[in-house]
C-alpha cells in the first residue's frame, strides 16, 4: 500500500475515533493531523506554523464583532420588539402565530447570524404563545427550529464569513452576504405557506389584531432592532467600511441602543456578555487553527483532487454531481456540527463545483443550507434539541413535528441548488 494511502488513512480513522469517543472536534483534528504528519515524517513544526497562519487573517476580527453585536441584542428585549413586528406584519393571517414565528426568526437572523441563538431567543417566547393558542406542542417546536435555520443564510451570518476564510479568503464576503438575502426571503415564504397550509389543515385561527395605538411604537422599536443588520449590510454594499469595521460599528450601536435607549439590563450585565462572548470567540479560533492544520495535510495528500477525479468518474453530468454532493453533505450534517463542516468540506468540494461552472459564491449559500438543515436532524441537531427543551418535549416528538418543515427545506436546497441565478441575482446586480 502506497505511503499516501496510508497516511489518509491515518488521518481519516483517528479522526473518526476521536469524534466516536466524543473528543472535542477541534482537538479531534488536530490530533489527527499531528499523527500523520509523524507517520509522514514531516517536521512537527509544520503543524505550529500551519495553525498559527490560519489565524493570520484580519477578516477573522469580524466573527467576534458579529458574536458581540448578537450577544448584546439577545440580551435585551430584542427578540420580543422584533416579534411584535412580525406580528404587525403577518399576524392577522390564519395560522398567523406560525408565520409570526417565520418572520421573527428571520428578523432576528439578520442580527444574531446564528440559528441556535435564533431558536434560543425567538423560541422561548414564541413557543409558549403557541401552545397557548391552542398550537400543538411538537409543531410549535417544529416551525420553529425549522424557521431559525434562516440564521446561517441570511446576512449577516458568521457561518460566511468561516466559509470565505475556509475557501483561501478569496471569496468577498459582501458577496456571499448579497447571495443570501434572496435565499432567506424563499426560505421564510416557503415556510409560511407550509404554515398556513397546517392551519388550514388543523383549524388554527388567526392571530389576534394589533391594537392601532401600539402600531407606531411597534414600527419605531422594530425598525430600530433591524437598523443593527441595515448599519452591516449598508456599510459594506456602499463601501462605506469593510466587513470587519462594520462588525465593530455594529457592536457599537447595539451597546448604546440596548444599554442606553432600550435600557433593557443594567450596565454591569456587559462582563458576563463579554465573558459569554470570548468563550465563543475561543472555541472558533482554535477550531479555525485546527481546522486550518487538517486542511493543510489533505492538500499535501492531494485528497482535494483525488475526490474531484472520483467524482467526475462517476458522472460528468453537473446535475448528478451536486445531487451526490448535497446527499452527503445531508448525511454529514447529522453527526457533525456545522463550523467544523464548513472548514473541513470546503477545501474538499470547492474544486469539485468550480471544476463543473458552479460559482464558489452560488456554493457557499449551498453548502450553508445543507448544513443548517443538519441542524435539525440528530443524532447532533443543536437547533432541534435547543427546541425540544424549550417545549419540553422528547426529541423525538420535536422531529416528528419538524419533518414536513425538513421536506420543504429540501426542496429549496434543490431549488438553489439547480437554479443559480436566484442566489447570484443580487451579487451580479451589484458587480
Known amino acids: 500500500m502506497a505511503e499516501s494511502t496510508i497516511a489518509i488513512c491515518i488521518l481519516a480513522i483517528s479522526f ?59 440580551e435585551g428585549k430584542m427578540a420580543l420588539r422584533l416579534i411584535n413586528l412580525a406580528q404587525l406584519i ?8 406560525a408565520m409570526v414565528n417565520c418572520v421573527a426568526c428571520m428578523f432576528f437572523g439578520n442580527i444574531s447570524g446564528s ?10 417566547i414564541m413557543i409558549p404563545s403557541m401552545k397557548k393558542k391552542g398550537y400543538d406542542t411538537d409543531y ?17 451570518s458568521h457561518n460566511l464569513v468561516l466559509y470565505s476564510l475556509a475557501a ?6 459582501s458577496s456571499l452576504f448579497l447571495a443570501g438575502i434572496v435565499p432567506g426571503f ?70 448604546i441602543l440596548t444599554f442606553f435607549v432600550y435600557r433593557d439590563i443594567p450596565l454591569k450585565r456587559m462582563g458576563v456578555i463579554l465573558k459569554r462572548t470570548f468563550r465563543t470567540v475561543s472555541m472558533v479560533l482554535f477550531l479555525i487553527a485546527a481546522s486550518a492544520s487538517f486542511s493543510w495535510v489533505l492538500t499535501y495528500l492531494q485528497v482535494p483532487s483525488m475526490i474531484t477525479d472520483w467524482m467526475l468518474a462517476v458522472s460528468d453530468n453537473p446535475i448528478i454531481i451536486l445531487l451526490i454532493i448535497n446527499i452527503l453533505l445531508l448525511l ?24 463543473i461552472g458552479m460559482d464558489p459564491v452560488h456554493f457557499g449559500i449551498i453548502l450553508m443550507l445543507n448544513l443548517g438543515i443538519g441542524l435539525l436532524t440528530p443524532p447532533v441537531g443543536t437547533v432541534l434539541f435547543i427546541g425540544a427543551a424549550i417545549g419540553n418535549i422528547s426529541v423525538s416528538q420535536a422531529t416528528k413535528g419538524m419533518m414536513p418543515y425538513f421536506y420543504v427545506l429540501c426542496v429549496v436546497l434543490l431549488i438553489l441548488t439547480y437554479i443559480p441565478g436566484i442566489v447570484m441575482w443580487l451579487p451580479n446586480l451589484f458587480g
Do not use: H
Open 332 to 355: 454529514l450534517g447529522a453527526p457533525m456540527d456545522m463550523a467544523p463542516l464548513i472548514l473541513i468540506m470546503t477545501p474538499i468540494l470547492l474544486p469539485v463545483v468550480t471544476s
Open 186 to 255: 424563499l426560505m421564510c415564504l416557503a415556510l409560511m405557506a407550509t404554515s398556513y397550509v397546517f392551519a388550514v389543515k388543523r383549524g388554527y385561527e388567526k392571530g389576534e389584531p394589533v391594537a392601532r395605538k401600539d402600531i407606531p411604537v411597534i414600527i419605531r422599536d422594530g425598525l430600530l432592532s433591524l437598523m443593527t443588520a441595515v448599519i452591516i449590510l449598508g456599510g459594506i454594499f456602499t463601501g462605506w467600511f469593510t466587513a470587519t469595521e462594520s462588525g465593530a460599528i455594529a457592536c457599537l450601536y447595539a451597546f
Open 90 to 97: 403577518v399576524g392577522g393571517v390564519r395560522g398567523g402565530l
Open 115 to 124: 440559528a441556535a441563538a435564533d431558536v434560543s431567543s425567538i423560541g422561548s
Open 16 to 74: 473518526a475515533a476521536l469524534i466516536i469517543l466524543r473528543f472535542p472536534v477541534a482537538l479531534g483534528l488536530a490530533v489527527s493531523s499531528i499523527l500523520t504528519v509523524l507517520y509522514l515524517g514531516i517536521p512537527l513544526e509544520t503543524i505550529g506554523q500551519t495553525m498559527v497562519q490560519g489565524m493570520n487573517s484580519y477578516s477573522l476580527l469580524t466573527i467576534p464583532f458579529f458574536i458581540l453585536a448578537g450577544q448584546i441584542m439577545g
Open 168 to 173: 483561501g479568503g478569496g471569496i468577498s464576503i
Open 140 to 156: 410549535s417546536v417544529g416551525v420553529t427550529v425549522s424557521a431559525a435555520i434562516q440564521g446561517v443564510v441570511v446576512p449577516p
